[in-house]
């Protein structure tokens, strides 16, 4: 059974533009969640996807977004890059309220 | 206030010197608590779930137990190769929908 799919792997980014990460869950898992994990520092909870609408979200800005397709795959959008927002990004997906399962991440380096 | 906190920071052993970690939680309404294992630059690998007082997990060298407030992954006789750091997460809320991670511990096994 394939895992968590996270793509690209590596994203390098110009301070101000956008970057959009992508993710496939487990087969017949509709839940998706992100999070941010900075060099040397914890997960930090960004948004969490379930059955297509977006069921909670962590205290980001809103230039943080992403949304959930029919299929339970899940987009994430920055918008107007920082250079702080350089990190880690990983993707998780569980069904219903159990386990959730990672990719192994996207790294996003903002110049 | 929800939290979830981790200690030690750092755990240093020699291989076959056996320790714990501890994860507490101030939280309402818990869902699952869940151990997870992290190296570094990649995604978290999940390790136990475990969701009511008094519940025992055990794989290899690792046994997770729970407490009302606290759980604790205990390692024996660890080996180089369990050098990683260890989360533990917490789904909370009254339909889960709250995943928040504790800051990790890190363990260094020194052969």
């Known amino acids: 059974e394939a895992g968590v799919t996270q793509s690209p792997t590596h994203l390098i980014k110009t301070r101000g533009q956008q970057a959009t990460l992508r993710c496939s869950p487990i087969?017949?898992?509709?839940?998706v969640y992100w999070y941010q994990q900075a060099l040397g520092l914890g997960l930090q909870f960004l948004l969490w996807?379930?059955?297509?609408?977006?069921?909670n979200r962590g205290n980001f800005p809103p230039r943080f977004s992403g949304r959930q397709f029919p299929n339970y795959s899940s987009e994430l959008n920055v918008n107007a890059l920082e250079l702080e927002d350089s990190a880690l990004y990983l993707c998780?997906?569980?069904?219903?309220?159990?386990?959730?399962?990672f990719g192994q991440g996207t790294r996003l380096t903002v110049v | 206030e929800d939290q979830v906190t981790q200690s030690p920071e750092a755990l240093r052993l020699q291989e076959g010197e056996s320790s714990s970690l501890n994860c507490s939680y101030t939280?309402?309404?818990?869902?699952?608590l869940f151990w997870y294992r992290q190296d570094p630059g990649k995604g978290p690998e999940f390790l136990f779930t475990?969701?009511?007082a008094g519940e025992e997990k055990e794989k290899e060298r690792l046994k997770a137990t729970l407490t009302k407030k606290e759980s604790f992954l205990h390692i024996t006789a660890p080996k180089p190769e369990d050098s990683a750091t260890y989360l533990c997460?917490?789904?909370?809320?009254?339909?889960?929908?709250?995943?928040?991670f504790g800051p990790g511990t890190r363990l260094s096994v020194l052969p």
């Open positions: 998780a997906s569980s069904r219903a309220r159990t386990e959730a399962f």
């Open positions: 087969s017949g898992h509709t839940s």
């Open positions: 996807y379930d059955e297509g609408e977006e069921r």
């Open positions: 939280v309402s309404g818990l869902r699952g």
């Open positions: 475990l969701y009511s």
């Open positions: 997460a917490v789904r909370m809320g009254n339909y889960g929908q709250n995943f928040v």
